[in-house]
């Protein structure tokens, strides 16, 4: 059984950094792709991140580009969000989520695409 389990969310103030967590279980991380989503208040769900096991890719959402890195670890089977300068904009629940396969520049944000998701982690910020 595949199982995502995000941490790692809080309250902090703009301009600081927060690290998140996605451990999974049920699959190895082999020719597949792990991204993070936000979903905001009223606003539909959007892709932050992602990387892909296939060759290391990593894509970002524009508007945290420079900002947020993402990362895994195999041996912990857990992929990271390391998130730096955040703004208010950047409050919203945030989502794991894993296909089989492999991704691109294009098609990495296409949350109908994911079959797996965790139950998502709440991230405020706010002064």
């Known amino acids: 059984q595949v199982q995502l389990v995000e941490s790692g969310g809080g309250l902090v103030q703009p301009g600081g950094s927060l690290r998140l967590s996605c451990t999974y279980s049920?699959?190895?991380?082999?020719?597949?792709?792990i991204a993070w989503f936000r979903q905001a208040p009223g606003k539909q769900r959007e892709g932050v991140s992602c990387?892909?096991?296939?060759?290391?890719?990593?894509y970002y959402a524009d508007s945290v580009k420079d900002r947020f890195t993402i990362s895994r670890d195999n041996a912990k089977n857990t992929v990271y969000l390391q998130m730096n300068m955040l703004k208010p904009e950047n409050t919203g629940v945030y989502y794991c989520?894993?296909?089989?396969?492999?991704?691109?520049?294009?098609?990495?944000?296409?949350?109908?695409?994911?079959?797996?998701w965790g139950q998502g982690t709440q991230v405020t910020v706010s002064s």
């Open positions: 989520a894993a296909l089989y396969g492999r991704r691109n520049a294009r098609t990495w944000g296409a949350s109908q695409d994911y079959r797996f």
């Open positions: 990387i892909v096991s296939f060759d290391g890719s990593t």
């Open positions: 049920g699959f190895t991380f082999d020719y597949t792709a």
